[in-house]
Every structure is written in C-alpha cells, then in structure tokens.
C-alpha cells in the first residue's frame, strides 16, 4: 500500500463516518488507540479514534505516525467557535494553531481570589533548529490548506485562520471575547496543537479542519456532536484533493 493518509478523529462521531466508509478495512490497536487502515475511495487511509484530549492527541499521532509513515496527517473534528461570525456547521481550516492551556499566572496573596485576566500565554518549549524555544503557534501545511480552501462545503460558510487549542472548554465570553481579539483564534477545540507538535518533530504535513458545533454568543446554539459528520464528508473530499495534487 502506498503511504497513507492518516485522519484523526477525538470522538465517535467524528471519526466513525469516515471510518465506516473504508474498503478493505484491517484494524490495529496501538496502546488503547483503535486505528483503521483502508482505502477511502481508492485512496490509502488511516484513520484513528484519538480520544479528547492534548495527551490522547500527541500520543495517537505519535503512535500512528511511526507506525503507519502517512504522507500527511489531518486532525479534524467539532469546534466551539470564539469568532461572534461563526455559526452551528460552519468550517474553520486551521492555517496555525495556538496553545491555550500554558499560561503564567502572576502572584497574588491569599484571600485576594483570582484574576484570569492577568494571566500571560508564553507558549510551550520546543526545540527548533538545534535550540529551546518557547513556541506560541504552529502553523498547517501551506500546500494543504489551499486544496482546503479551493473545496466546495454547502453546510454553512468556510473561514480560514487560527484555532485554539487546550484541555479547556471556555464558556465566559469575556474569556472568549479576548481570546478572540489578542490571539485571533476562531474557534478552540483540544487536540489541533498537540497533533502540530508531533507532527512538526517527525516532519510530518499536518492540516487542523473543524467544524462548529457551538456558539456561546448565541444561546440557541448548544453543543451538538451530530455536526462531526459534516467536517468528515468535507475531509472525504480533501482527501481526494491530496491523492490528485499530490498522488
């Protein structure tokens, strides 16, 4: 088989479409980490129920990627939506992704509560051309994130930008709100950056595609996973676009 594509998806319902729709199917269990190998309309896939979570991310991809070798890797799945322009079903492409659970906190005495306000984001530490750096955002695959661009989605509207990442589910919009303005981050989910991460380690193309499946600016607009299904038909497409630009 040629190297694959390899597809991650957080939860069932963002990965069980994509994997249901696999022929030749041949399932493998890496650490607790169920991953499918087959061809997704001809072309070779993996795809990897990665669980939720940064640690469940980086070791799936970590795993997967040594295991399998793939041309690329895609991380997708459902988003909340920071942007007040986002709706339930749009799709955000991940041109970068920043890391939100590092922060600083400055000291305050007991009894003084807290200011989250005040916090400071200093990124994580990553070696980078031979040095230790402190890394804020990691960016997608260039090359990827056009063919994203240039698909078809009928579910909503398409935007390209910054998504957040952490083990973190904001729900203050005064949080979100400046999220929003000082990091320009569209939506945050909790994995995308994890993935960038490995993938930047091992020297692997990566692309971050999410849609929104909640909007706390609008009350209407809770939580739905259904939506997981929508981001998976959009990847389905994607992968067709790589195996022909790149095949």
């Not at 669980?51 to 799945?77: D, E, K, N, Y």
């Not at 952490?166 to 945050?188: A, M, P, Q, S, Y």
């Not at 299904?229 to 497409?237: G, I, L, M, T, Y």
């Amino acid at each position: 088989m040629d190297s694959p594509i390899l597809i991650l998806g957080p939860m069932s319902s963002e990965i069980d479409a994509l994997t249901a729709a696999l022929t030749e199917p041949q399932e493998t269990m890496l650490g607790g980490y169920r991953c499918t190998a087959g061809l997704l309309d001809g072309v070779p896939v993996v795809t990897v129920r990665s669980f939720i979570g940064m640690v469940h991310a980086a070791a799936a991809t970590a795993l997967a990627v040594t295991r399998f070798s793939p041309r690329c890797v895609i991380i997708q799945g459902t988003s909340g939506a920071h942007d007040p322009a986002l709706h339930r079903g749009d799709l955000v492409i991940g041109s970068s992704m920043v890391e939100l659970g590092s922060y600083y906190a400055p000291h305050r005495d007991a009894g003084t509560g807290s200011d989250w306000f005040a916090y400071t984001f200093p990124g994580v530490q990553m070696p980078v051309d031979q040095q230790t750096e402190r890394v804020r955002a990691l960016r997608s695959d260039p090359a990827l994130v056009a063919l994203a661009e240039a698909l078809p989605y009928e579910h909503g509207v398409k935007k390209t930008g910054t998504i957040g990442s952490g083990d973190i589910w904001n729900r203050e919009l005064d949080v979100i709100d400046r999220l929003h303005r000082e990091h320009g981050t569209l939506c945050e989910e909790m994995e995308g950056f994890a993935v960038a991460q490995v993938c930047f380690m091992l020297h692997v193309p990566m692309l971050d595609v999410r849609v929104i499946s909640n909007n706390e600016w609008y009350a209407e607009e809770e939580f739905d996973d259904s939506v997981g299904v929508w981001c998976q038909e959009f990847c389905r497409r994607l992968v067709a676009a790589i195996d022909r630009s790149f095949g």
